[in-house]
Nanobody, 123 residues
Framework: QVQLVESGGGLVQDGGSLRLSCAAS????????MGWFRQAPGKEREIVAA??????YYADSVKGRFTVSRDNAKNTVYLQMNSLKPVDTAVYYC??????????????????WGQGTQVTVSS
C-alpha cells in the first residue's frame, strides 16, 4: 500500500519560511515524478512545484521563493518555502507518479496523494 505523508506545515508570519516534507512508503518514486499542489478555500487545486530526474518545475507565483528537492535514499521530497505571503495560505498536498512523461502541472496524472498539510501565513 502506497502512502504519502506530509509534515512541516504551520502558522508563519508574512516573510517567514517553512519547509514541508513528504515521505513516501510502499514503493519508490526515485525514477518518477513528485509534485506539490495547494488548495486555498474556494479555489481549485493548483500546482506549486514538481521534480523528476530531468529537472524541476515551478508555478510562476512561487519562482524564486520556493525550492523543491528530493532525497531518493529516503524516498522523500521537500518544499522549502521562503518569503511567504498571505496569498500562499492553503492546504499543501504531496503527489506522486511512477512516470516521468506526465503533464506535471496537472493534478490528474498523479496516481498517489497525501492527506495535506495546512500552511497559514499571517499578515
Amino acid at each position: 500500500q502506497v502512502q504519502l505523508v506530509e509534515s512541516g506545515g504551520g502558522l508563519v508570519q508574512d516573510g517567514g519560511s517553512l519547509r514541508l516534507s513528504c515521505a513516501a512508503s510502499g514503493r519508490t518514486f526515485s525514477s518518477g515524478t513528485m509534485g506539490w499542489f495547494r488548495q486555498a478555500p474556494g479555489k481549485e487545486r493548483e500546482i506549486v512545484a514538481a521534480i523528476r530526474w530531468s529537472g524541476t518545475y515551478y508555478a510562476d507565483s512561487v519562482k524564486g521563493r520556493f525550492t523543491v528537492s528530493r532525497d531518493n535514499a529516503k524516498n522523500t521530497v521537500y518544499l522549502q518555502m521562503n518569503s511567504l505571503k498571505p496569498v500562499d495560505t492553503a492546504v499543501y498536498y504531496c503527489a506522486a507518479s511512477p512516470r516521468v512523461r506526465i503533464a506535471v502541472s496537472e493534478a490528474a496524472p498523479y496516481d498517489y496523494w497525501g492527506q495535506g498539510t495546512q500552511v497559514t501565513v499571517s499578515s
